[in-house]
């Protein structure tokens, strides 16, 4: 009987009914892969497109490549970037990694504090660090004279594209090089001191190494950071070109958008070796730690953590120094003549510069970019993770969720433009207008926000969902009365992070905005091409002003839910 | 009568690896069944399997005569307990063991009764309001039992359910579980790896290695008298001894004839295993003691004593029988006895009925 039996029913694999649940689910992540590909898969398709047509769209192969290589331009704003962005990275990558080894290792007070201060450059478009610098060094500046002694004829150019650079990518180097650091085992520098282990030899055989990859990620996105950065060199350049303007120059200038295409994907080019490249090395980080490590706690020492600490004072001063200045710009009556306080530039930023407008907007796009982003990234990560969706679907998602992470924000404004600008794409009236900014923005930063929301979800217990299942409750009702509560710290997280990019981003909004729908950083710009440096001093201290009210909002508000939550979390 | 669940023929891939060979199973309403095995056995897969949140690659399933094999998890009517437990940490024990009704609709105050009523079913009456952080291992897979069985499901399985708990809460939580599932009547199936758990709840156990069954049977059954090498070495200790079958029907156990009573032996000259537990290896002070022409009584010398509580188990060298030594149970008293030490000559005897003889071919012969 059992041979009559054992016999398969069918043939093929056995695939399980859908309930409605899973088809509701299904449906879900479809529409989050269908707002990916029209938003971020064809923009990109077009750029690409683009780059190998002619102004009439008819195929030309690799000629807008090979005509635009024979331009000298081409190769000097290419040498240009790469060395400036070299030398940035060779710069930043110890000077954080010390920092980040003071925080982790040392028994430095006030770790917080100085920490919360490096991550300044983080509120206001990178752009702050180069106002910045014309007001210390530039040629009105107050420590004009401080370059002539070492040599530099003025700010304007390489110098100072690099020190800007060098403060705007600071804190991304930092956080990489923190979380590397912090991976440490207690374990191996135990058994080090038994062997009795100098400390040269402990940090050259354990800390480097453990470190490694932390320092590979750092100086991949370093590069990527400043050869993909567009408003430092437009407002410090000078006549310094660099491929980031280049483009901007050639498209909005010149509506030269084949050559544009080609320079946008040279700048893909590095972005989408760092991807990968830090794709392969997290791979190797995560098996660093095992499960049994024991995390790291610093020993006193007080020589070390004097020097330290006096290490971490200066860069934080320094940082201090860059914000500082323009804020007391801004408020300068007629620099430098004149320093008394006023609110002459605040004035004029806001009413007659149509700064205000700006900053409207800016305020709306960032609140429709963490509403409308937070709820999208999280929508997408929760289907992934928590539902059983095609095999297909889910990678496909995956796979356009990590995408935006290597594409710069140049790339992906120019692709809009190509690809909604089309008089015959029925997306066509979305051009220009705030909607589009916004989902230009969610889009842009989707990688980050994805990656948490995973982490967050990745964490939860993934029975719960098999549980609920069992007492056949839909997946919606799990997902409003468990995961939903459990991850709001990750949604507040991620909220706070669309925010503050969404009130800072330049680079691919910088394409798509039409007069109506200019953001505050966008006016800065302006204004600073405009010759008011003054204004746009005080329009970029606005921005820091509402990127740091927002972040305490954001940090008040997960305070709030933190202690709402007390009572299961910590089981008093 | 038809089973209450029916397993014909399931096979679970994963890419080039078969986790399941075709498992064949028939489980009966009421009964407590364990799935017994060495981690990578595929006993889980199997309990997935069977709760649909793994798909088999092949195969029927049938639970109370409907085919439920491409039924979704929540059309089909079990209630699980995971070995993490899965309790809802933001949800007080009430809003736990209340999750599947809610979603039935039942008002509100029947579900207030049905809540307090599963609670004192598994011992944590007026924890209603507490949080599941609030409470111990133990208490947390009651309240998740509590949960499982709030729906009347018609299956209850259990995952590892008491691999997180220590020792003593362990020993104490099974036997609860045990006598709910006597109370109750519910078909259940525990998955665990743990052998003692297995022999001391289940009405039958389902040894699995590498994918497919080597044995079903009752505790004693599966313990006495094991299908496979497998099963014998898995569950419990145990001599395994080389011998060949003789042309009257004996074998010779190393360099001694020796009687037995298993059936069904190969030809002659054959190399055969047998398999014999530390407790069936009879220990006494001289050969004397086992009374005159005795069979399968050998002298041996004790090489290690280990001393484990209620019993000792002594290491033996008795190369009459087997080259490599075999271990034996002895009582603590007679240790102090015979004031036992390393060195002491002994006796010991094969008792036959309890040989287990393999073939080459493993297969029990």
């Known amino acids: 009987m059992t041979a009559a039996l054992t016999a398969a029913p069918g043939a093929g694999p056995v695939r399980l009914r859908a309930t409605a649940s899973d088809r509701i689910a299904w449906l879900a992540l479809g529409a989050v892969a269908l707002l990916l590909l029209v938003f971020l898969a064809a923009p990109l398709l077009a750029l690409l497109l683009q780059s190998v047509q002619d102004p009439k769209g008819a195929f030309v192969g690799l000629a807008n490549f090979a005509s635009y290589a024979r331009s000298p331009t081409l190769w000097q704003s290419l040498w240009n970037s790469l060395w400036v962005s070299t030398l940035v990275t060779i710069v930043v990558v110890p000077a954080a990694f010390v920092f980040a080894y003071a925080l982790t290792r040392s028994c430095m007070p006030g770790k917080a504090l100085l920490r919360g201060i490096t991550l300044i450059p983080l509120l206001a478009p990178t752009l702050l660090s180069a106002i910045s610098l014309i007001y210390w060094f530039g040629n009105q500046g107050v420590l004009k004279e401080w370059l002539q002694v070492l040599g530099i004829r003025q700010i304007y150019g390489a110098p100072g594209i690099v020190l800007a650079e060098i403060f705007a990518v600071f804190p991304h180097a930092l956080m990489i090089l923190v979380t590397a650091l912090s991976a440490a085992d207690a374990r191996l520098y135990e058994a080090a001191d038994a062997l009795g282990t100098s400390a040269t030899r402990k940090f050259l055989t354990i800390t480097l190494p453990g470190a490694k990859y932390g320092l590979i990620s750092a100086s991949l996105v370093v590069f990527t950071l400043v050869i993909t950065d567009f408003g430092i060199p437009k407002v410090i350049g000078g006549n310094f070109n660099v491929l980031a303007t280049d483009v901007f120059k050639l498209v909005i200038g010149q509506q030269d958008f084949q050559r544009g295409a080609v320079v946008a994907l040279l700048l893909l080019a590095p972005a989408v070796l760092t991807y990968a490249v830090d794709h392969l090395v997290q791979r190797r980080q995560t098996a660093m730690l095992g499960v049994r490590a024991v995390p790291l706690k610093p020993r006193r020492a007080p020589l070390f953590d004097t020097l330290m600490t006096a290490y971490c004072v200066v860069v934080a001063a320094l940082m201090l120094a860059m914000l500082g200045m323009t804020v007391f710009a801004s408020f300068a009556s007629f620099w430098p003549y004149n320093l008394k306080p006023s609110l002459r530039h605040y004035q004029m930023g806001l009413f007659d510069a149509e700064f205000g407008e700006g900053f409207v907007n800016s305020l709306r796009m960032a609140a429709g970019t963490a509403v409308f982003g937070t709820a999208l990234v999280f929508l997408g990560a929760y289907l992934l993770e928590k539902t059983r969706a095609p095999a297909l679907l889910g990678s496909g998602v995956r796979l356009l969720a990590m995408l935006p992470m290597a594409v710069p924000g140049l790339v992906l404004g120019l692709g809009y433009i190509f690809f909604f600008n089309e008089p015959t794409n029925p997306l066509n009236p979305l051009y220009q207008t705030m909607t589009m900014l916004t989902l230009c923005t969610i889009v842009h930063f989707y990688t980050t926000g994805h990656l948490t929301a995973v982490t967050a979800l990745k964490a939860l217990d993934s029975e719960f969902e098999a549980v609920a299942a069992s007492m056949k409750v839909p997946f919606w009702t799990t997902l409003r009365r468990v995961t939903l509560p459990l991850c709001t710290p990750t949604l507040i997280d991620i909220a706070r992070y669309f925010f503050v990019n969404a009130m800072t981003t330049i680079s691919a909004v910088v394409f798509l905005y039409s007069p109506e729908t200019k953001v505050a950083s966008i006016a800065i710009l302006n204004l600073d091409e405009a010759g008011e440096i003054g204004a746009a001093a005080a329009c970029a201290t606005l921005i820091f002003a509402a990127s740091a009210v927002a972040t305490t909002v954001f940090w008040l508000l997960a305070r709030l839910v933190e202690r709402r939550t007390q009572a299961w979390k910590h089981g008093t | ?365």
Do not use: W
């Not at chain 2, 092949?58 to 993490?84: C, H, K, M, N, W």
């Not at chain 2, 509590?146 to 009347?152: G, I, N, P, V």
């Not at chain 2, 086992?290 to 509580?309: C, I, Q, R, Y």
């Open chain 2, 1 to 365: 009568m038809t089973p209450y669940l029916r397993l014909q023929g399931v096979v679970k891939r994963f890419g080039s690896f078969t986790a399941l060979h075709g498992i064949d199973l028939a489980i009966e309403r009421g009964e407590f069944v364990c799935f017994l095995g060495p981690s990578g056995c595929g006993k889980t897969t199997l309990l997935r399997v069977v709760a649909g949140l793994e798909a088999q690659s092949a195969g029927r399933i049938e639970q109370a005569g409907r085919d439920i094999s491409t039924l979704a998890p929540a059309q089909r009517d079990y209630g699980i307990v995971f070995q993490s437990y899965a309790l809802f940490p933001n949800l007080n024990v009430a809003d736990n063991v209340a999750y599947g009704l809610v979603n039935r609709r039942t008002p509100k105050a029947q579900a207030r009764e049905r809540v307090a009523e599963l609670l004192r079913l598994v011992g944590l009456p007026g924890t209603e309001a507490k949080y599941p952080s609030q409470l111990s291992g133990g208490q947390q897979q009651r309240i998740a039992l509590a949960r499982a069985l709030a729906t009347s499901p018609g299956l209850l399985l259990l995952d590892e359910p008491l691999s997180a708990l220590d020792a003593i809460v362990r020993v104490h939580l099974r036997q609860e579980i045990r006598s709910l599932q006597r109370t109750l009547g519910v078909t259940t199936i525990m998955v665990t790896h743990d052998q003692e758990e297995a022999l001391s709840v289940a009405d039958r156990i389902v040894v699995m290695n590498h994918g497919v069954i080597e044995q079903v049977g009752t505790p004693e059954e599966v313990y006495r008298e094991p299908a496979t090498p497998f099963v014998a070495d898995f569950v419990g200790r145990v001599n395994v001894l080389a011998a060949q079958a003789l042309h009257d029907g004996r074998l010779r156990i190393g360099a001694t004839v020796c009687e037995h009573a298993a059936t069904g032996l190969p030809a002659a000259g054959g190399a055969l295993q047998v398999y014999l537990r530390p407790e069936d290896v009879a220990v006494a002070a001289s050969a004397g003691d086992f009374g005159a022409g005795a069979s399968n009584v050998v002298p041996a010398t004790l090489d290690k004593l280990e001393f484990l509580g209620a019993y000792c188990l002594a290491r033996l060298a008795a190369p009459a029988v087997a080259e490599q030594g075999l271990t034996a149970v002895i009582s603590p008293h007679f240790v102090t006895e015979h004031a036992l030490a390393p060195g002491r000559e002994l006796a010991l005897r094969l008792r036959p009925e309890r040989l287990r003889v393999f073939g080459a071919a493993a297969a029990p012969a």
